[in-house]
Structure formats: C-alpha cells, structure tokens
C-alpha cells in the first residue's frame, strides 16, 4: 500500500515538472495585460433640511439641503467627479464643511446659545397663548433670559473668543463648493423630483455615468411634544411657580367624576425628605385603597400623531388590587362615561400581584390622536393603595 502511494505521488510530481517545463518564460506581456476595468461610479445622500413654521403651522423659512457624497470601486489617482442636476435653476452649492463650522461655534458658544435657544422656544409659544397669566408670565421669563444672555455674552472668556474668531475666518475663506466636489451639498430651490447623475472619471481616462431620481418633499411642521403640567407631582411647579403637585390633575366635577358618587376625588400627595426615592424629586401621587381618588387632566394633542406616554407605579401590597390607566376623549363628562368603549382611546391595567411593595415600575402606552385635538388622562384604582409619578410624553415617529 505505501509503495502504491508513493508511485502516485511521483507521477503526480513529474506530471507538474512537465507542465512547468512547457511554460515558456519569454512569452510576451505575460502578467502585464493591460487594465481594461473601468470606473463604477455610486454615490449615497441625505437630507439635512430644516425649517421653521410658527404655531399656527404657517411655514416661515425652509431650507430643502441635501448632502452627497460620491464613490467609486477603485482606488486611483486622478478620478474626477462630474454631478449633474436636471432641473438646476435655482440649485444651489454648498461646502460640506459649512455646518460642521457652524456647530463648531455654537459649541465654542454653547451659554449663550443655549440661553438663546429657550428665549426661542417661548418667543414661538406667546403669539399662540390664549391664556393672559400665561403669556405674561412667558414674556417676563423672555426679558429675564435675555439680561442673562447679554451677561453670558459679556462674560466670554479670551480663549472662547479667539475660537469663535477662529471658526469664522474658516468660514470666510472656504471654497466655492463645485460640481466636481466628491463630497457637497445640493441646496435645492424647492419640492420636486431631481435627476442626479455622477460621472466618475479615472487616471486613464474612462468613465461611467450613474444617475438616479430624487424626491425632494415638502417641508411639514414638526409635531410639537404635548405638555403635561406637574408631571412629577412636585410643588410650585406650575408656570408660574406655584401649585400644591396636584392642582392640574383636578377634575372639573367631583360630583360627576368621583368614582364613588361624590366627595373630594383629588389624588393625595406622598413626601419623601430625600432625593432618588421616587422616580421625580421628593413627590408622588398617593391613591388610598377605597378607590375615591382619581387624577384627572386634558392634555393639547396634535390630530393625527401618535404618541408614547410614559408613568411609574407603586403598591402597597396590603390587599388584591390594581390600577387603570387611561386615555379618554375630550368629550368625556363624567366617570360612568370614562368607562364606555366608545370614550376609551386606550387604557393598561396594572394588577399588584407579582409586584414589590413600594417599588416603582415604568408602564408606558400608546395612542393615536386621531381626529381629537386634546385628550384627558385618567387615572383610577381599587382594593390596594398605589401611587403615580413620573409622566412623559413623546411624539412616535
């Protein structure tokens, strides 16, 4: 067996001394065939957009920014770019290293940006305020924000000067963004569908086109976050700076809310001396076992949007019980009507079995606005004290 396999490993060797013999060194332009492969180009983009509506959704600024960047399979010297938009009136070209500069400064300045970012958050709100106390006391809060940012302004130090100094003459002498940039930004003049083709050029002279269509939509208003006052339960947290933790969480009859036909049906308040031990500051809502108390409050929504709406829960554990949740349409009057199906847009029941005595738990649900401009959350229990911290909301995207 060994000499058998040693007879085919010989006439496997002389058959490649054979073959290697038959290779003739001297054969012409062996290994240096010429490099037929051409460029394909790619190119990848994303929209950078903004704009600016104020809180009647009137559009007041839109910038339809796109930023590409184009590519190519080899690695060569000399590859040109060449882009092309059909249509291209009004297009214009912008440098990519224009809003990295910018965000360069506001972080360089980022007190007084920030200072300036809340007096536009409240300068947005106040045209749109119905209620007089609120808009006065927004307009006062804008006055004491800018004496805070003309003090921020004053205070800069040298070293924050000289940078932003810095970052403006980056700007001034930028180049001209071009057509043969490999990386720039299409300012679009408007919505509409663009045809973008690159062109990719390499060191020896050929090329290839790509082109593909793009959708340029117009600009929508973002959906703002709804408020929830006392979120947290804490005092003096209203906009003016008052409030028990409970006065927005109210019903406007107890007579025609009170889940036991009348009688105070506000929710109490738990203090804690110290910070961390419920989910926000040093309150939460306490509902006592008998079921009497419930926490009321309308909520502004937008038509249309969804929304994710977030609490924490506790128990006692002394009895069976549970609590219910819910989000109910504004038409709602009374608690009989809270419990039809027609006026429950969503509601989550949390049981205490299983749960750990005064340790809270997240629960969060979902809801879609629909044609309601507002929505009341509701809150309820039965059998075992609880209590409720912690709201927020979100926009689902």
Known sequence: MKKYLFNVRYIAAVALLSFASCVNDDLPDVGDLEDITGPTPFYSFSDVSSSEFDCNDVELSANYDYFFQA???????????????????????????????????????????????????????????????????????????????????????????????????????????????????FGFPGPGVYDVSLKVTDNLGKSDVTLKTITVDQAVPTVPVPEISEAGFEDNDLFDGTGDGRDSWRVPSNAAWSPLGGGTTVPQINSNSELGSVPEG????????????????EIEVTPGATYVI????????????????????????????SLLTSNIIASRTESNDGRIADVFKKHAITFEAGTNESVIIFATNSGDEYRLDAFEISVKQ
């Open 71 to 185: 590519g190519t399979n080899l690695a060569v010297n000399g590859t040109q770019y060449d882009w092309t938009v059909t249509p291209d009136t009004g297009l214009v070209l912008i440098n990519k290293d224009l809003p990295i500069l910018e965000q360069s400064i506001d972080a360089a300045d980022a007190t007084v940006v920030g200072i300036q970012s809340e007096i536009d958050k409240l300068e947005f709100k106040i045209p749109c305020e119905s209620d007089p106390a609120k808009k006065a006391v927004m307009e006062q809060e804008v006055i004491k924000l800018k004496a805070q940012k003309a003090v921020a302004e004053a205070s800069r130090s040298e070293e924050t000067i000289a940078l932003i100094a810095y970052y403006n003459e980056q700007i001034k002498n930028l180049p001209a963004a071009t057509l043969q940039d490999r990386e720039v930004i």
């Open 282 to 297: 040093y309150q939460s809502a306490k509902f006592p076992s008998g079921g009497d108390r419930v926490a009321y409050q």
């Open 310 to 337: 977030s609490y924490f829960t506790a128990f006692n554990l002394d009895n069976p019980g549970e609590m219910t949740l819910s989000i109910l349409t504004p038409n709602t009057s009374s608690y009989a009507e």
